[in-house]
């Protein structure tokens, strides 16, 4: 079992996500702070590697922060804070793509290629560098629910439960879009035409 997360105050107490959440809600303003200074890098890094654009990725995790802190009192488990902002942040990665696709069909965006060299570590094994480049080499062309679970599953690793869960979707509706973004990913690697 993972340890719980836990930052350290000024005074040298090391606090809980458990314990900044219930400080949250109670209005202290600094266990807001401590939540987001510890999960910003990840809800960042989490955010680029769907959108594929630092800038964007940005703008979307702090809209993912407000809402979260907006809607703290409908956690459960204020231990889970990691998780639930997670699935907030795919949430709202997810809404940002749709309206994104939405502006390029009625010509108010153009299609900004994904540059994969700005999302792989630079000391990647050639066969994960591989693995990368075909997967964002047709994200773009995805919708983006599609776009989404090949993310989180062939970037994030995760598994098909952990991906609905994230998603706030049904386990076959994630089965669904997955194969589908699998067979373009498929048709991509052999060659084939995408439209």
Do not use: C
Request: hydrophobic fraction near 45%; avoid cysteine; proline fraction near 4%.
């Amino acid at each position: 079992m993972a340890e719980p997360a836990r930052v350290s105050s000024q005074s040298g107490v090391t606090h809980s996500d458990a314990a900044l959440v219930v400080a949250a809600r109670a209005g202290d303003a600094s266990a807001r702070e401590g939540l987001f200074r510890r999960h910003m890098p990840v809800a960042i890094g989490l955010s680029q590697r769907i959108l594929g654009r630092q800038g964007e990725a940005e703008d979307v995790v702090q809209d993912a922060f407000v809402e979260a802190f907006e809607r703290l009192d409908r956690l459960d488990n204020p231990q889970a804070f990691a998780a639930w902002l997670r699935s907030i942040v795919v949430h709202r990665v997810s809404k940002h793509l749709r309206r994104q696709q939405l502006l390029m069909r009625l010509g108010m965006r153009t299609r900004v290629p994904i540059d994969p060299d700005t999302l792989i570590a630079r000391g990647a094994p050639a066969e994960v560098v591989q693995e990368l480049r075909a997967v964002y080499g047709v994200l773009e062309r995805l919708p983006a629910e599609q776009r989404v679970a090949l993310v989180l599953r062939r970037v994030e690793g995760l598994e098909l439960s952990e991906i609905a869960a994230q998603m706030q979707l049904s386990l076959a509706t994630v089965k669904r879009r997955l194969a589908a973004a699998e067979a373009r990913l498929g048709r991509a690697r052999a060659g084939g035409r995408e439209p």
